[in-house]
């Protein structure tokens, strides 16, 4: 009985269409979640090449670990950027940042390549385009937030 005075009132008086320019709203946005993945990737790429695979079999399940979870967490920090470049970004940030697009592409290529290599320089890469977003978001809100590492 519900079900049919809602449908014969929205038949009467629909909702208005409405939009968004992003999937939450506005502020919830912040770059620290993209550092926390990238420093997973740094701590799982130490310890893979700390890793002694003399041991037997232990070392090799250790190993696999090691790696499926440093894939997972570049994949997380490509999400992350992702999420801020496409949903956070917009026009007028870009001409505050003309080089915004190339910043944001090649920090999620420095994930990529940590993805698909064990290479402490390339983790050092991600860090440092990691914290260049960092530091263009923030200083798009106007803030002066420091980088801070957990590690």
Known sequence: MLHRLLTALDRVAPAPAVSAHCDGP??????????????SVVAMTKKILDLDMSSGIEAHNTFSRFVAIKEEQAELTKHELSILW??????????ATPDLHDIFWNAIKAASACKTSVSLENCEALMAAVENVHNIFWASKGKDVPFVTVS
């Open 86 to 95: 496409h949903d956070y970004f917009k026009p007028n940030h870009l001409e």
């Open 26 to 39: 506005c502020g919830v946005y912040d770059p620290a979640s993209a550092r926390i993945a990238a420093e």
